[in-house]
Every structure is written in C-alpha cells, then in structure tokens.
C-alpha cells in the first residue's frame, strides 16, 4: 500500500489542526503534488483511493489520479472542538493533551479512527495488486500504525511531511512492514 499526504496548505504550513475544514492547496503545495506524479508513474495501481477533502483530491489529480475513488474512511481526524487549533493552543486549556491519548472533544477518539482506517486496510490488502490512498497527515500514520496491527497511538512516532510517499508492505509474505516513509 502506497500512501501520499496532501500538498501543503496554509494550516498544515501553520501548524493548525485541519480535520472537516475543507482549505486548498497551496501554490506550492500544487508544485508539491505535481513533483510526486514521476514517481507514482513507475507504479502501476489495481486501486486508488483519497479522502474526500479537496486538499487530498486536489493531490491526487495533480500527481496524475483524477480518477482517484473517494473513501471518506481515508478522512482526516476530525478534530471537533479543536479544529484549526495548533498544538500549543490546546495544550493552554488541556495540558499534555496529545491526539493520540486522548483524540478531541467534539470530534473523534482513537478507537473511532482505527475502526475506520481499519476498513481501509482490509480494503487494501482485499485488492488485487498495489494500492494508492492519497490522504493525511495524522491519519495516514494511524493508517500506518493499523497497517502494522498497532494500536492508532503508534503513530505519534512516524512523523509525515506533506506531499511525501510512503509505502506498507510484507516481509516474507506474512509480517506486515514499513518499506519506506516519510520519502
């Protein structure tokens, strides 16, 4: 499974918590997007998938997928309450808070993301060859973390830039990997 994060946006440049609210790229976030289609183009896909965010689709067209299905699973975490707030501003109402312990009030738990991004992994390993899931930031790494059949917490340690590929995959045919991220 070959995952890309989203060009960049203004938020995501800004570090502000971008889950339902719907911003565009970028122009250099569309440069971005546009700079990954080479490298996708040596793969072939047997299905590709993005979220239904613009930012995401938009990624996608631009890397050559317009016809990329849209699986709302692949959305990003809904932050509820906390939507384009950045990490410090929430940590000044709720200190330690992090979205991996405690997810957002308003918004989504933990076991909520990993019981949708768990449908996207069966979705992935059902396919009949590769598949593309352009999406975001925290959810591409629970994505990553599920893939690996880790609670969604995991990812807090994978760390992943926008418009960057990564790819899961398999170890002899039975240990689920990660082969490459954050490229």
Same mark, same amino acid.
């Given at each position: 499974?070959?995952?890309?994060?989203?060009?960049?946006?203004?938020?995501?440049?800004?570090? @502000?918590?971008? +889950?339902? =609210?719907?911003?565009?790229?970028?122009?250099? *976030?569309?440069?971005?997007?546009?700079? !990954? #289609?080479? $490298?996708?183009?040596?793969?072939?896909?047997?299905?590709?998938?993005?979220?239904?965010?613009?930012?995401?689709?938009?990624?996608?067209?631009?890397?050559?997928?317009?016809?990329?299905?849209?699986?709302?699973?692949?959305?990003?975490?809904?932050?509820?309450?906390?939507?384009?707030?950045?990490?410090?501003?929430?940590?000044? @109402?709720?200190? +330690?808070? =992090?979205?991996?312990?405690?997810?957002?009030? *308003?918004?989504?738990?933990?076991?909520? !993301? #990993?019981? $949708?991004?768990?449908?996207?992994?069966?979705?992935?390993?059902?396919?009949?060859?590769?598949?593309?899931?352009?999406?975001?930031?925290?959810?591409?790494?629970?994505?990553?973390?599920?893939?690996?059949?880790?609670?969604?917490?995991?990812?807090?340690?994978?760390?992943?830039?926008?418009?960057?590929?990564?790819?899961?995959?398999?170890?002899?045919?039975?240990?689920?990997?990660?082969?490459?991220?954050?490229?």
């Amino acid at each position: 499974m070959w995952l890309v994060r989203h060009g960049a946006t203004e938020w995501a440049r800004n570090g @502000r918590h971008t +889950g339902r =609210t719907d911003l565009p790229l970028l122009p250099d *976030g569309e440069a971005q997007a546009r700079a !990954v #289609a080479p $490298r996708l183009a040596e793969q072939s896909f047997a299905l590709v998938l993005a979220s239904p965010r613009i930012r995401a689709r938009r990624t996608a067209e631009l890397a050559g997928f317009d016809d990329a299905v849209v699986d709302d699973d692949l959305a990003e975490w809904d932050y509820g309450d906390y939507e384009g707030l950045t990490t410090t501003e929430i940590r000044e @109402r709720e200190p +330690g808070w =992090t979205i991996w312990a405690r997810g957002a009030p *308003g918004g989504e738990r933990p076991d909520d !993301v #990993a019981a $949708r991004l768990d449908r996207v992994v069966d979705r992935a390993r059902a396919a009949d060859g590769p598949v593309l899931a352009f999406g975001h930031g925290h959810a591409l790494r629970a994505l990553a973390a599920r893939w690996l059949g880790e609670p969604v917490a995991f990812g807090r340690s994978l760390a992943l830039d926008t418009a960057t590929i990564s790819v899961l995959g398999w170890e002899h045919d039975t240990d689920p990997v990660v082969e490459r991220w954050n490229a």
